[in-house]
C-alpha cells in the first residue's frame, strides 16, 4: 500500500490534539466546526500563489498535523476577510492564518538566512524588509 | 332485456360552442345517424344542465335502452352523466361517451372533412359496442373489522395504538417475548437525545392495557389465506413454557435455573438463563423458558410460587379472521462477517453498532463503561467505520441505509461526553432530515474527527487495531491505532420476514424491501388489497418517518375497513366453464395472483381480481372473458369503428385508459395536429388484446394498429403492462403468417409528460402506413374466412 503523497502514513498522536489546542486558543475558532465544503478556498483571491488551499490547511490543523506551517498559505493570506464571510459554519479563517503566522514567528522560524544575500543586498536593502522579509516571507 | 338490433338507442352529439362543432360537421353527422338509431339530437353544450336534464327527459319519453354521448374526453364529464343517467334509471354499463374534441376536433383542425367522419366512425364503434352491453352492478361485501398487525417494534406499536384508538380490533403479533422491537434496545435516540426507554415503555404499556389490542406475543404467522377483507390467518404459540395470564414476573424461576445463554436483547454480549424475562420492562411483564437451552431439570416449575410453568409446554395455534394486514416486521443488520477486511468475530476488538447500543446503555452488558467487551479493556479510543457495507454493489448492499450517519453521531456524542476520542470514517455524511443537520454540527462541536475516505482494513495491534484508510481531504493515506471499533452494517430484511412476504403474496423490491404500491404517492401500501406496511420492512428509515408511516398505515387500514368493500363490475370471469381444462395459463398471467384452479376449474377472486384482462388472452380455449369488456363488445367495437368508414387510410391506437389515454387527452389540449386516420379504442390495459382482436380489425378495414401503452411502473395494473409488449411481440410474427406485414404493428409507450411526441409518433406511422398502401383486400377476405 502507498503511504500517499508525503511518503508517510498520517497517524493520530497526543502532539496533534496539542496543535489543534494551541491553534484553536490563538485564533478563538472552533476548528472542528469546519465540515471541507471548501468554500473559503473558492471565494479567497490569493490561492494563485498558495501553495495549499485555505480549505487544506484547516484540514491540516484539525488533524493537529504541524504541516499547516510548512507551505507558504498563511504568509500569502492578506486578511481581506472574504473566506470569514464565506464560511457556512461561522469559522473565520483569517484568524486560523494569524495564528498559524504567530505559531511560526514564536517557533523563531526564519524564512531566510542573511548569509544567502550577497553584501550588495545587504546593503541595498531597508533593513526592515529584511527583518520582516525573515519573519514573513509574502514573495 | 332488449338485445341487438330491437334496442332503442339514443345518440347525442355536442358542438361543445365551437370546440368541436367549427371543425366536427355535426349537423352532417347527425343526419348520417338518423334511421340508424332510434334517436339522434346535436346539442350546443351537452354538459349543461338544461342538456343533461334534456338527456334524462329523452331516455324517459323516447323510452332508450341505451346512451351514446359523443362529446369530450370522459376523463371530464364522466361522472356527470353517468349520475344524469342513473337518475333516468339508466344503468352505466349501457352509456357510452365517445371522444370527439380531445381525440378528434382539436387535433384534426386542418382536416375538417376527416374530423366529421372519424367522429362518425368513432359514434358507429360505440353504437356496434353498445348493442352488446348489458347492464352491470357492483357488488359490495361485509369486511372483517379487525386488522393483524405483525412486528411489535415502534412500528407495529404505534400503528395498533391508532388503529385501536378509531375502533378497531388489532391482533398484535410479535415473534419475540417482549415487544419493543429494536428501538427499546437504544439508551438514546437521535436528534433529540430521549431516552428511547422513557419514551417507548409508556407506549407498550398502552397496548397491554389497551381493551382493542389483542397482545400475541413469542408467536408466528404461521399461514395466510382467504381474500383483502375477509384474511384467515393461523398463528403459531411458540412453547413458552409460562402461563402469560398467571406469571406475576417475581424472577424466582430465573434465580434458580442453571443454564446460562447468550443474551439477545444485549446483542450476544452478557448471559441470560434459560428461562428469562428479556429486559425489564418487557411487555408482557412475563416470563420465558428458552426451550433451546433448557435442560428440564424442573428447578424452575419447583420454585415457582404461582405453579405457572408448564415445562412440557408444547406450544399450540390460534386462528383469527381479520379484514386487514399491517406488516411493521423491522429489520436486522447484514452479516458483516462477510467482510473479511474488518475483522468482524475475529478481532474482539470490533463490533457492530447494535453492540455499541448495548456497550453505552446504563442498564447494558458493561454498566455503560466503553470497554472491548470480549476482554472488559477500557476503550480510550473509538472509530466509526461507516457505510460497512452499505453502497457497496459488490460484496454489501447498493442502497444507504439512511440512519447509520446519524446513529454513529449519537453514539459520538455519547462518547464525546465521556472523554473518549472519536473518529468517524465517512464517504458522505447524509443528515437531510429534522433537526439533523444541526445534530451533525453540535457532534462536531463536540470534537470528533471526520476523515472523508472509507476504511480500507482493520489489522491487529497488540491489544488494539490499526485502522487503515484515507484522508482524502488531504490525499494522505491514515493509520493509526484505536481500542474500539464500530462497523456500520447496511440494514437489511430477515429471511422470516422474506418468508412471510411470499406467503402474503406481497413481493418485495430489488432491495428486498417490501414493495410499496407507489413509492412516491402511496408508499404505505403493498401491491396487495388490505396489506399494508410500514416503517423499516419498506426500506431503511429513522423512528421518526418509521412513526409518521405507522400512522399512515393505520389510516390505511381504518380507511380500508370502514365500510363495504365495493366490487366494481369490471372483473374477469370463466366465461365457458366447459372449455376450461385447469391448464393454469391464466393463473400464470394474472398480475393479482387472484386465479386458482379448484376442482379442475379456473377460479377468478372477484376481490382480488382488478380488471386488467391479462389473463383473458392467456387462455388457450378462449373460456375467459371480461365484464363491461367482452370480446363481443370490443370486436362490436372494432367493427363498427371500420366498416362503414370511408377514411383512405385507417389505424386504430388501442390506448391504455389512464395514463396514455390522459397523454392524448393533453395532446388534444394543446392543439397538436395528427391525422385523423387515427381512432383510439381505451383498454384497461393492453394485455386485454387478443390475436383475434387484430386479426377482425385487419379483416375489416384497419391499415395499421397501434397498441398505447402505459410505462412499466407507472401503469395502474403493474405486471399487465408488461406482458403487453411481450404479447404485442408474438402478436407480429403471428400476422405475419396471415400475410400482414409486422410494420402494421407499432407498440410504444407514453409517458404522460411526453405527450408532446405523440403528433410525431402519429404522424410517423401514418407516413409508414401510407407508405406501405391499404391493405390487399384478397389477405382482408383470407382473414375474414379464417375468422368465420
Same mark, same amino acid.
Given at each position: 500500500?502507498?503511504?500517499?503523497?508525503?511518503?508517510?502514513?498520517?497517524?493520530?498522536?497526543?502532539?496533534?490534539?496539542?496543535?489543534?489546542?494551541?491553534?484553536?486558543?490563538?485564533?478563538?475558532?472552533? !476548528?472542528?466546526?469546519?465540515?471541507?465544503?471548501?468554500? =473559503?478556498?473558492? $471565494?479567497?483571491?490569493?490561492?494563485?500563489? &498558495? %501553495?495549499? #488551499?485555505?480549505?487544506?490547511?484547516?484540514?491540516?490543523?484539525?488533524?493537529?498535523?504541524?504541516?499547516?506551517?510548512?507551505?507558504?498559505?498563511?504568509?500569502?493570506? !492578506?486578511?481581506?476577510?472574504?473566506?470569514?464571510?464565506? =464560511?457556512?459554519? $461561522?469559522?473565520?479563517?483569517?484568524?486560523? &492564518? %494569524?495564528? #498559524?503566522?504567530?505559531?511560526?514567528?514564536?517557533?523563531?522560524?526564519?524564512?531566510?538566512?542573511?548569509?544567502?544575500?550577497?553584501?550588495?543586498?545587504?546593503?541595498?536593502?531597508?533593513?526592515?524588509?529584511?527583518?520582516?522579509?525573515?519573519?514573513?516571507?509574502?514573495? | 332485456?332488449?338485445?341487438?338490433?330491437?334496442?332503442?338507442?339514443?345518440?347525442?352529439?355536442?358542438?361543445?360552442?365551437?370546440?368541436?362543432?367549427?371543425?366536427?360537421?355535426?349537423?352532417?353527422?347527425?343526419?348520417?345517424?338518423?334511421?340508424?338509431?332510434?334517436?339522434?339530437?346535436?346539442?350546443?353544450?351537452?354538459?349543461?344542465?338544461?342538456?343533461?336534464?334534456?338527456?334524462?327527459?329523452?331516455?324517459?319519453?323516447?323510452?332508450?335502452?341505451?346512451?351514446?354521448?359523443?362529446?369530450?374526453?370522459?376523463?371530464?364529464?364522466?361522472?356527470?352523466?353517468?349520475?344524469?343517467?342513473?337518475?333516468?334509471?339508466?344503468?352505466?354499463?349501457?352509456?357510452?361517451?365517445?371522444?370527439?374534441?380531445?381525440?378528434?376536433?382539436?387535433?384534426?383542425?386542418?382536416?375538417?372533412?376527416?374530423?366529421?367522419?372519424?367522429?362518425?366512425?368513432?359514434?358507429?364503434?360505440?353504437?356496434?359496442?353498445?348493442?352488446?352491453?348489458?347492464?352491470?352492478?357492483?357488488?359490495?361485501?361485509?369486511?372483517?373489522?379487525e386488522v393483524l398487525v405483525i412486528g411489535g417494534g415502534v412500528a407495529g406499536i404505534t400503528t395498533s395504538l391508532r388503529m385501536a384508538e378509531s375502533g378497531l380490533k388489532v391482533h398484535l403479533v410479535e415473534k419475540n417475548a417482549s415487544i419493543g422491537g429494536h428501538m427499546i434496545q437504544f439508551p438514546k435516540v437521535f436528534p433529540t437525545m430521549d431516552c428511547s426507554q422513557c419514551i417507548l415503555t409508556p407506549k407498550m404499556a398502552q397496548v397491554s392495557r389497551n381493551r382493542n389490542i389483542d397482545l400475541i406475543t413469542y408467536a408466528?404467522?404461521?399461514?395466510?389465506?382467504?381474500?383483502?377483507?375477509?384474511?384467515?390467518?393461523?398463528v403459531?404459540?411458540?412453547?413458552r413454557?409460562v402461563n402469560v395470564e398467571d406469571c406475576i414476573s417475581c424472577g424466582?424461576?430465573a434465580?434458580?435455573?442453571?443454564?446460562?445463554?447468550?443474551d439477545e436483547f444485549n446483542e450476544?454480549?452478557s448471559?441470560r438463563?434459560?428461562?428469562y424475562m428479556p429486559f425489564p420492562q418487557a411487555v408482557p411483564s412475563v416470563y420465558t423458558?428458552?426451550?433451546?437451552?433448557?435442560?428440564?431439570?424442573?428447578?424452575?416449575?419447583?420454585?415457582?410460587?404461582?405453579?405457572?410453568?408448564?415445562?412440557?409446554?408444547?406450544?399450540?395455534?390460534?386462528?383469527?379472521?381479520v379484514?386487514a394486514i399491517v406488516m411493521a416486521t423491522g429489520f436486522e443488520?447484514?452479516?458483516?462477517?462477510?467482510?473479511?477486511?474488518?475483522?468482524?468475530?475475529?478481532?474482539?476488538?470490533?463490533?457492530?453498532s447494535l453492540?455499541m447500543e448495548r456497550i453505552l446503555d446504563v442498564n447494558g452488558p458493561?454498566g455503560s463503561?466503553?470497554?472491548?467487551?470480549?476482554?472488559?479493556?477500557?476503550?480510550?479510543?473509538?472509530?466509526?467505520?461507516?457505510?460497512?457495507?452499505?453502497?457497496?454493489?459488490?460484496?454489501?448492499?447498493?442502497?444507504?441505509?439512511?440512519v447509520?450517519?446519524l446513529y454513529?453521531l449519537k453514539q459520538?456524542q455519547l462518547?464525546?461526553d465521556?472523554?473518549?476520542?472519536?473518529?468517524?470514517?465517512?464517504?458522505?455524511?447524509?443528515?437531510?432530515g429534522r433537526r439533523y443537520?444541526?445534530f451533525?454540527?453540535?457532534?462536531?462541536?463536540?470534537?470528533?474527527?471526520?476523515?472523508?475516505?472509507?476504511?480500507?482494513?482493520?489489522?491487529?495491534?497488540?491489544?488494539?487495531?490499526?485502522?487503515?484508510?484515507?484522508?482524502?481531504?488531504?490525499?494522505?493515506?491514515?493509520?493509526?491505532?484505536?481500542?474500539?471499533?464500530?462497523?456500520?452494517?447496511?440494514i437489511?430484511?430477515?429471511?422470516?420476514?422474506?418468508?412471510?412476504?411470499?406467503?402474503?403474496?406481497?413481493?418485495?423490491?430489488?432491495?428486498?424491501?417490501?414493495?410499496?404500491?407507489?413509492?412516491?404517492?402511496?408508499?404505505m401500501?403493498?401491491?396487495?388489497?388490505?396489506?399494508f406496511a410500514a416503517g423499516v420492512v419498506v426500506?431503511p428509515k429513522d423512528i421518526q418517518s418509521t412513526t409518521a408511516e405507522a400512522e399512515g398505515a393505520a389510516m390505511k387500514a381504518v380507511?380500508?375497513?370502514?365500510?363495504?368493500?365495493?366490487?366494481?363490475?369490471?372483473?374477469?370471469?370463466?366465461?365457458?366453464?366447459?372449455?376450461?381444462?385447469?391448464?393454469?395459463?391464466?393463473?400464470?398471467?394474472?398480475?393479482?395472483?387472484?386465479?386458482?384452479?379448484?376442482?379442475?376449474?379456473?377460479?377468478?377472486?372477484?376481490?382480488?381480481?382488478?380488471?386488467?384482462?391479462?389473463?383473458?388472452?392467456?387462455?388457450?380455449?378462449?373460456?375467459?372473458?371480461?365484464?363491461?369488456?367482452?370480446?363481443?363488445?370490443?370486436?362490436?367495437?372494432?367493427?363498427?369503428?371500420?366498416?362503414?368508414?370511408?377514411?383512405?387510410?385507417?389505424?386504430?391506437?388501442?390506448?391504455?385508459?389512464?395514463?396514455?389515454?390522459?397523454?392524448?387527452?393533453?395532446?388534444?389540449?394543446?392543439?397538436?395536429?395528427?391525422?385523423?386516420?387515427?381512432?383510439?379504442?381505451?383498454?384497461?390495459?393492453?394485455?386485454?388484446?387478443?390475436?383475434?382482436?387484430?386479426?377482425?380489425?385487419?379483416?375489416?378495414?384497419?391499415?395499421?394498429?397501434?397498441?398505447?401503452?402505459?410505462?412499466?411502473?407507472?401503469?395502474?395494473?403493474?405486471?399487465?403492462?408488461?406482458?403487453?409488449?411481450?404479447?404485442?411481440?408474438?402478436?407480429?410474427?403471428?400476422?405475419?403468417?396471415?400475410?400482414?406485414?409486422?410494420?402494421?404493428?407499432?407498440?410504444?409507450?407514453?409517458?404522460?409528460?411526453?405527450?408532446?411526441?405523440?403528433?410525431?409518433?402519429?404522424?410517423?406511422?401514418?407516413?409508414?402506413?401510407?407508405?406501405?398502401?391499404?391493405?390487399?383486400?384478397?389477405?382482408?377476405?383470407?382473414?375474414?374466412?379464417?375468422?368465420?
Open positions: 500500500m502507498s503511504p500517499g503523497k508525503s511518503g508517510q502514513y498520517l497517524t493520530f498522536g497526543p502532539e496533534n490534539a496539542s496543535f489543534k489546542a494551541k491553534i484553536e486558543e490563538l485564533s478563538g475558532e472552533n !476548528i472542528d466546526l469546519c465540515m471541507q465544503c471548501g468554500g =473559503c478556498s473558492s $471565494g479567497c483571491p490569493l490561492t494563485e500563489e &498558495m %501553495e495549499f #488551499l485555505p480549505s487544506t490547511v484547516i484540514r491540516y490543523v484539525q488533524l493537529g498535523m504541524e504541516e499547516a506551517l510548512d507551505s507558504n498559505t498563511p504568509w500569502v493570506c !492578506i486578511t481581506c476577510f472574504n473566506c470569514e464571510v464565506r =464560511c457556512p459554519r $461561522g469559522i473565520d479563517v483569517a484568524n486560523v &492564518m %494569524e495564528a #498559524l503566522r504567530q505559531v511560526a514567528l514564536r517557533a523563531k522560524y526564519d524564512r531566510f538566512s542573511l548569509d544567502e544575500l550577497t553584501s550588495e543586498e545587504l546593503m541595498e536593502l531597508p533593513q526592515i524588509a529584511i527583518i520582516s522579509n525573515q519573519r514573513k516571507l509574502t514573495g | 332485456m332488449l338485445m341487438g338490433e330491437n334496442l332503442r338507442i339514443g345518440v347525442w352529439v355536442c358542438e361543445c360552442g365551437g370546440n368541436i362543432g367549427d371543425v366536427v360537421d355535426v349537423p352532417s353527422v347527425a343526419k348520417s345517424l338518423r334511421g340508424e338509431v332510434a334517436y339522434v339530437r346535436e346539442e350546443l353544450y351537452l354538459c349543461s344542465s338544461p342538456s343533461v336534464e334534456n338527456i334524462k327527459d329523452m331516455v324517459d319519453k323516447r323510452n332508450l335502452d341505451r346512451v351514446i354521448l359523443a362529446c369530450c374526453t370522459p376523463n371530464m364529464h364522466w361522472e356527470t352523466f353517468k349520475e344524469g343517467l342513473e337518475e333516468a334509471g339508466l344503468n352505466p354499463a349501457l352509456l357510452e361517451i365517445v371522444n370527439i374534441r380531445e381525440q378528434c376536433s382539436w387535433v384534426h383542425k386542418d382536416d375538417h372533412e376527416g374530423a366529421t367522419r372519424k367522429a362518425l366512425d368513432l359514434i358507429r364503434g360505440a353504437i356496434s359496442r353498445v348493442k352488446e352491453s348489458v347492464s352491470l352492478e357492483s357488488k359490495s361485501m361485509d369486511v372483517v373489522r408466528e404467522v404461521a399461514e395466510v389465506t382467504g381474500v383483502p377483507g375477509d384474511f384467515k390467518v393461523k403459531r404459540l411458540k412453547r413454557g424466582a424461576c434465580r434458580v435455573c442453571p443454564v446460562e445463554v447468550p450476544g454480549l448471559t438463563k434459560a428461562v423458558i428458552d426451550f433451546d437451552a433448557c435442560t428440564k431439570c424442573l428447578k424452575c416449575s419447583a420454585i415457582c410460587p404461582r405453579k405457572c410453568i408448564d415445562p412440557f409446554d408444547q406450544g399450540s395455534e390460534l386462528e383469527l379472521n379484514g443488520l447484514y452479516d458483516i462477517g462477510s467482510l473479511a477486511n474488518y475483522g468482524y468475530g475475529k478481532y474482539p476488538n470490533v463490533v457492530t453492540e458493561t463503561m466503553v470497554v472491548v467487551p470480549a476482554t472488559g479493556r477500557e476503550a480510550k479510543s473509538v472509530t466509526f467505520v461507516l457505510c460497512a457495507g452499505s453502497r457497496d454493489t459488490e460484496v454489501g448492499k447498493v442502497y444507504c441505509s439512511r447509520c450517519c454513529a459520538t462518547l464525546r465521556r472523554g473518549i476520542d472519536v473518529w468517524i470514517h465517512y464517504i458522505d455524511i447524509r443528515a437531510p443537520e444541526e451533525y454540527r453540535t457532534t462536531q462541536e463536540k470534537g470528533a474527527m471526520f476523515v472523508k475516505g472509507k476504511v480500507t482494513e482493520i489489522v491487529p495491534h497488540g491489544e488494539q487495531v490499526l485502522i487503515r484508510g484515507e484522508d482524502m481531504m488531504i490525499d494522505r493515506m491514515v493509520e493509526y491505532p484505536v481500542d474500539l471499533v464500530v462497523l456500520c452494517p447496511p437489511v430484511t430477515s429471511e422470516e420476514t422474506l418468508k412471510l412476504a411470499e406467503m402474503l403474496k406481497v413481493p418485495v423490491d430489488e432491495d428486498q424491501f417490501i414493495l410499496e404500491r407507489h413509492p412516491k404517492l402511496d408508499p401500501a403493498t401491491k396487495r388489497d388490505g396489506i426500506g380507511n380500508f375497513l370502514s365500510g363495504d368493500r365495493v366490487i366494481e363490475p369490471n372483473k374477469a370471469y370463466l366465461s365457458n366453464p366447459e372449455l376450461c381444462d385447469a391448464c393454469g395459463d391464466c393463473v400464470e398471467a394474472c398480475p393479482e395472483s387472484a386465479i386458482t384452479v379448484e376442482s379442475g376449474k379456473a377460479l377468478i377472486n372477484e376481490i382480488m381480481c382488478t380488471g386488467c384482462g391479462a389473463c383473458i388472452p392467456a387462455c388457450p380455449h378462449n373460456a375467459l372473458d371480461q365484464q363491461g369488456l367482452t370480446d363481443a363488445q370490443l370486436i362490436a367495437q372494432i367493427k363498427g369503428t371500420l366498416e362503414a368508414s370511408e377514411s383512405e387510410i385507417k389505424i386504430l391506437a388501442f390506448t391504455e385508459r389512464q395514463v396514455a389515454y390522459t397523454a392524448i387527452d393533453l395532446a388534444g389540449l394543446a392543439r397538436l395536429s395528427y391525422p385523423s386516420s387515427i381512432r383510439i379504442i381505451p383498454l384497461p390495459s393492453l394485455a386485454r388484446l387478443k390475436l383475434d382482436h387484430l386479426l377482425t380489425a385487419f379483416a375489416h378495414g384497419a391499415d395499421g394498429i397501434m397498441f398505447l401503452e402505459a410505462p412499466e411502473h407507472e401503469g395502474p395494473y403493474g405486471k399487465a403492462h408488461i406482458l403487453s409488449e411481450e404479447r404485442a411481440n408474438d402478436y407480429k410474427w403471428e400476422l405475419e403468417d396471415h400475410d400482414v406485414d409486422s410494420v402494421r404493428i407499432w407498440f410504444s409507450r407514453v409517458y404522460v409528460p411526453d405527450w408532446r411526441k405523440l403528433e410525431r409518433v402519429f404522424n410517423t406511422f401514418h407516413n409508414m402506413i401510407e407508405d406501405e398502401g391499404p391493405l390487399e383486400d384478397e389477405v382482408r377476405e383470407e382473414l375474414k374466412e379464417k375468422l368465420g
